[in-house]
């Protein structure tokens, strides 16, 4: 038992120092390292002492297994849903980030996954609102929900807003400062130790979102001095991630919708690339290194925006 206990203890010492480079020198993102801790922690609940030799294709498809069948909280109730293959995907690839780091390493001979075939991921559910979606969330926001003051309601709206013109990340735009909006030039700076590439991209300013930071801009007047952009409900502080959670979860109560923050963001490329049919210029305002990351998010366009081109196709401008 003492052997078990020092060798699950390696496993973990080597799991926080593929952390600790993953962050520092390879610069991944809060949101990628929650995900590796998530992950491992899967892992852990399979077997808890887990050790380097348990590291086998047959380990990992028995671990699978024991994902299909666990008992998972849906609700209010526990209950076994099966693992769709994209979150099966999502699985295998930050293990096998953190794998295929023991195998550069020399801490294991192979990869694990390398003899398991990748999952056939296709999305066909829409992840884009909905135009009478978003009418909901919108009108909630700015008319509907009885905010505890003014300024909450100028922020909430402004907020959706820029979710919704910019498609920016959650982490990103909770980080924004005042000093990344620059309304007389019409940009908003998404700074590096904000973004999930850790690059620093401008995006211009809709001149439909202008009025909504304006006005947001406005009432917050001197009362604030803090530097972020969005200030906290009860304080001169920013707003936080548990106060957006909680600010979802009402637009979910109140509207019906399934509303989350990502959903803004695949709303915005689906919108962006039907108006525009500029993939490049969508990757770029999405932060996006590989460009299929950007076309994954298109999967919500309708047949009706391809029989609209397809109109418009003539053999007289062929090149």
């Known amino acids: 038992m003492e052997f078990e206990r020092e060798k699950q203890s390696e496993l973990e010492k080597l799991f926080e120092t593929f952390i600790k480079q993953s962050r520092s020198l390879e610069g991944k993102s809060v949101v990628t390292i ?6 491992f922690g899967l892992l852990k609940s399979f077997k808890q002492n887990v050790q380097l030799s348990d590291l086998t294709a047959e380990f990992i498809s028995n671990f699978f ?25 999502t699985i295998r690839g930050k293990l096998s980030a953190f794998f295929g780091w023991l195998v550069e390493n020399k801490n294991l001979a192979a990869n694990p996954f390398d003899g398991i075939k990748y999952p056939d991921v296709s999305y066909t559910d829409k992840r884009a609102f909905t135009k009478e979606e978003f009418d909901k969330i919108y009108l909630a926001v700015s008319r509907d929900i009885p905010w505890e003051s003014q300024i909450l309601r100028k922020r909430n709206t402004a907020f959706i807003m820029v979710l919704l013109l910019t498609g920016i990340r959650k982490g990103e735009i909770l980080g924004l400062k005042l000093s990344d909006i620059d ?57 936080t991630e548990h106060g957006l959670k909680h600010f979802i979860n009402r637009l979910n109560e109140v509207t019906g919708v399934n509303c989350h923050v ?23 305002l ?34």
């Open 262 to 284: 990502h959903r803004f963001r695949h709303t915005f490329a689906t919108n962006y690339y039907s108006q525009t049919h500029d993939i490049v210029g969508l990757k770029k």
């Open 34 to 39: 929650r995900n590796y801790r998530h992950n």
């Open 65 to 89: 297994e024991y994902l299909q069948n666990r008992e998972r909280k849906i609700g209010t109730e526990l209950k076994v849903r099966e693992l769709k293959n994209s979150s099966i995907a």
């Open 183 to 239: 309304l007389k030039n019409k940009s908003l700076t998404v700074r590096a130790e904000t973004s999930k590439s850790k690059r620093t991209r401008v995006i211009p300013i809709n001149q439909e979102l202008v009025p909504y930071l304006e006005e947001y801009l406005a009432i917050l007047g001197e009362d604030y001095t803090t530097e972020a952009l969005w200030v906290s409900s009860s304080n001169d502080r920013s707003f």
């Open 286 to 319: 999405m932060g996006h290194r590989d460009i299929k990351m950007t076309l994954s998010y298109l999967r919500s366009l309708s047949d009706n925006d391809t029989i609209e081109q397809m109109h418009k196709l003539s053999v007289a401008k062929f090149k």
